[in-house]
């Protein structure tokens, strides 16, 4: 339903639902059922951002049978929908056969519930602002947290700030279950460096001294091949990275050795080589050294000058492509894409 409203909710607009304070308590029941933290047992929030808007619910504070009262005096119209009667669902379950013998025995359950759902709000709140100091003395500049600055922090602060981390990424934080499993990753050497922790909407690795948070994708085709004439933003496909050029001087492709020659990207294929300082390197060799980690060197683009590696995406230019000083260049931009 959310989904199919975000479609509809223009930029800048705000979404009005009906939840009310039955609703709130229901929700923290079944976030309690289901072993929520802090942050799920907040239940629903009163305000927040929302698709291109917020979604705001200003009725949290009513119980639903004065808004039915309410409804019946003002002769309002509504419709109802069917499945609210189908008690195989767990919110329909808990609506029609247990909440109403809880409402018996607490007349003030639903009143009751709804505050406690406002402490943990608040706790959730002061929780978010930890983690922002902490992510601040944890995270390096590339957005990768550091192991062994992690490890100086308690472990309830390690397992906050992971989780402010992964949600300050844009993605939804995983379960206790993968959560201790991210956090086994920084008390002990991973046993492969290509092993992964994965979770519906995220994966994180951890390569060396930090633990990289990454949105799941498939791997990128290893013989995909393209001309470029680099006027043009080339995507690199499997990958959420896109490639340009800027004009420049003295650093890049210099243009005159670029000029008149067929210019192809590819991705790794293994055995390159990059011609540096006057000595060729293998560029597997190159990678390890610069520390860029094993699943990201696939994904890498390599520009070649007819069958010759000229560049290494952005982070080299091997010779004799590399412009002089004031020589008219290219310079290579790789940088993040909107298309997947």
């Given at each position: 339903r959310y989904a199919a409203l975000a479609l509809k909710l223009p930029p800048g607009a705000v979404l009005l639902t009906a939840h009310h304070q039955d609703d709130q308590a229901e929700t923290l029941l079944l976030q309690l059922l289901r072993g929520a933290g802090v942050a799920g047992l907040a239940a629903m929030p009163a305000l927040v951002d929302f698709a291109r808007g917020r979604l705001a619910r200003p009725l949290l504070g009513f119980e639903r049978r004065a808004l039915a009262d309410y409804a019946a005096e003002q002769k309002l119209q509504w419709i109802?929908?069917?499945?609210?009667?189908?008690?195989?669902?767990?919110?329909?379950?808990?609506?029609h056969r247990v909440w109403p013998a809880i409402a018996k025995r607490w007349p003030q359950a639903a009143e009751r519930l709804?505050?406690?759902?406002?402490?943990?709000?608040?706790?959730?709140s002061l929780l978010n602002d930890l983690g922002r100091v902490d992510l601040a003395t944890v995270v390096?500049?590339?957005?990768?947290?550091?192991?062994?600055?992690?490890?100086?922090?308690?472990a309830e602060r390690q397992a906050n700030v992971v989780r402010c981390w992964i949600r300050a990424g844009g993605m939804t934080t995983p379960g206790e279950r993968v959560l201790r499993e991210i956090l086994a990753r920084v008390h002990g050497d991973p046993q492969t460096r290509h092993a992964v922790i994965s979770w519906r909407g995220g994966e994180v690795r951890?390569?060396?001294?930090?633990?990289?948070?990454?949105?799941?994708?498939?791997p990128p085709p290893a013989d995909w091949e393209a001309v470029w004439d680099a006027t043009t933003v080339l995507e690199i496909p499997g990958t959420d990275r896109c490639l340009r050029a800027e004009a420049t001087t003295g650093r890049g492709l210099a243009r005159s050795r670029v000029a008149g020659n067929v210019v192809r990207v590819r991705l790794r294929r293994g055995g390159e080589r990059c011609?540096?300082?006057g000595h060729a390197h293998k560029?597997?060799?190159?990678?390890?050294?610069?520390?860029?980690?094993?699943?990201?060197?696939a994904r890498l683009p390599l520009i070649y000058v007819g069958e010759e590696l000229a560049a290494v995406a952005d982070r080299w230019v091997?010779?004799?492509?590399?412009?002089?000083?004031?020589?008219?260049?290219?310079?290579?931009?790789?940088?993040r894409s909107n298309v997947r």
């Open positions: 109802e929908d069917p499945s609210n009667q189908d008690p195989s669902m767990a919110r329909n379950f808990l609506r709804a505050a406690a759902a406002r402490h943990q709000a608040d706790a959730a390096d500049a590339r957005g990768d947290v550091c192991v062994i600055a992690l490890r100086k922090l308690s951890r390569y060396r001294d930090r633990l990289v948070l990454e949105r799941p994708a498939p011609r540096l300082r560029l597997k060799k190159l990678l390890q050294e610069a520390g860029v980690p094993p699943w990201e060197r091997c010779e004799p492509y590399a412009a002089l000083p004031d020589e008219p260049a290219i310079a290579i931009v790789l940088e």
